[in-house]
């Protein structure tokens, strides 16, 4: 998709032209309030026995679904391109934009596909440890996020996170923002690919309904690639970049919104048995005699 400007304001964030210089790593040292409650994140290589679930299992992606960081993330890729591979800043955060959603070593393969093996390999630990540093020391979740998921829970939903990051870090950053507690588990670039994420997911709920809410052509290709995944999806307008509600439908999203606040009815409405979506809302006819 050939990028196009917003037609709307930017979404309210962390301000991106901020130095990071000064500012405190809080993704390993700051303590959540729900610490003392939150689930036992399960040691890898022992995957969980297949169980049932009481309504169907919510799967998001973290970066530019829950992390408003899209923004801060394309600046450190921008600057990292540049200094690799000389790609003027502006174009590489573009290209950057255009290919997210799958892990950064396979995106530099995608768009420098004849640069040196060893110098991308050396490009993605640079990225790694930037975006740290400059990108989750300050990314915050969308505000809608908190809320959304307590009612999502309390709804009995089960929750989970697949995510392209490291997955500690995509651990400690749920932690650090207090919303670890609410997913069941979080598979992250240690434990394969999206698709490969999604398919363990079905295996440990097996015949439940499974939803993965994305922010990427990416996301919404694999789940719809995935039998029993239904691709769900928030839309971004950033500065130069917009990925739409429609461009995402386009790929395959079953809803999409710049907003999660509506997921849970939107959840609600898509969970119903197709008969009675579609009588759901019609009259009943007049049993009175004519």
């Given at each position: 998709?050939?990028?196009?400007?917003?037609?709307g304001p930017a979404?309210?964030?962390p301000?991106?032209?901020?130095?990071?210089?000064?500012?405190?790593?809080?993704?390993?040292?700051a303590?959540?309030s729900?610490?003392?409650?939150?689930?036992?994140?399960?040691?890898?290589?022992?995957?969980?026995?297949p169980?049932?679930?009481?309504?169907?299992?919510?799967?998001?992606?973290?970066?530019g679904?829950?992390?408003d960081?899209?923004?801060?993330i394309s600046?450190?890729?921008a600057?990292?391109?540049?200094?690799s591979?000389?790609t003027?800043?502006?174009?590489?955060?573009?290209?950057?934009?255009?290919?997210?959603?799958?892990p950064?070593e396979?995106?530099?393969?995608?768009?420098?596909?004849e640069?040196?093996?060893?110098?991308?390999?050396?490009?993605?630990r640079?990225f790694?440890?930037?975006?740290?540093?400059?990108a989750?020391?300050?990314?915050e979740?969308f505000?809608?996020?908190?809320k959304?998921?307590?009612?999502?829970a309390?709804?009995?939903?089960?929750?989970?996170?697949t995510?392209?990051?490291?997955?500690?870090?995509a651990?400690?950053i749920l932690?650090?923002?207090?919303?670890?507690?609410w997913?069941?588990?979080v598979?992250?670039?240690?434990?394969?690919?999206?698709?490969?994420?999604?398919?363990e997911?079905?295996?440990?709920?097996?015949?439940?309904?499974?939803?993965?809410?994305?922010?990427?052509?990416?996301?919404?290709?694999?789940?719809?690639?995935?039998?029993?995944?239904?691709?769900l999806?928030?839309?971004s307008?950033?500065r130069?970049?917009?990925?739409t509600p429609?461009?995402?439908?386009?790929?395959?999203?079953?809803?999409?919104?710049?907003d999660?606040?509506?997921?849970?009815?939107?959840?609600?409405r898509?969970?119903?048995?197709?008969a009675?979506?579609?009588?759901?809302?019609?009259?009943?006819p007049?049993?009175?005699r004519?």
């Open positions: 998709m050939t990028p196009s400007p917003g037609d979404l309210s964030g301000d991106p032209d901020r130095s990071p210089a000064s500012v405190p790593l809080p993704v390993v040292n303590t959540s729900f610490t003392e409650v939150r689930r036992p994140v399960l040691a890898r290589g022992e995957p969980p026995a169980r049932t679930v009481e309504r169907g299992v919510v799967l998001f992606d973290l970066d679904t829950i992390l960081d899209l923004a801060l600046r450190v890729a600057d990292v391109m540049h200094s591979f000389g003027p800043p502006e174009e590489a955060r573009l290209h950057y934009l255009a290919t997210t959603g799958m950064f396979a995106q530099l393969s995608q768009l420098y596909p640069a040196p093996a060893a110098l991308r390999a050396s490009t993605a640079t790694h440890q930037r975006k740290v540093a400059e989750y020391s300050r990314a979740p505000p809608e996020v908190p959304l998921l307590k009612r999502l309390a709804a009995r939903w089960t929750l989970a996170v995510t392209g990051a490291e997955t500690e870090m651990d400690l932690e650090r923002e207090g919303l670890r507690y997913f069941e588990d598979l992250g670039s240690a434990d394969g690919t999206k698709r490969e994420h999604l398919a997911y079905r295996r440990r709920y097996p015949g439940a309904p499974v939803y993965l809410v994305g922010d990427s052509r990416f996301d919404m290709e694999a789940a719809r690639d995935t039998t029993g995944v239904v691709p999806g928030r839309a307008r950033l130069d970049w917009a990925l429609s461009d995402l439908k386009e790929w395959g999203a079953a809803w999409a919104d710049y999660l606040a509506e997921l849970p009815e939107v959840l609600d898509l969970a119903r048995p197709k009675s979506r579609r009588t759901g809302g019609a009259r009943r007049s049993s009175r004519r």
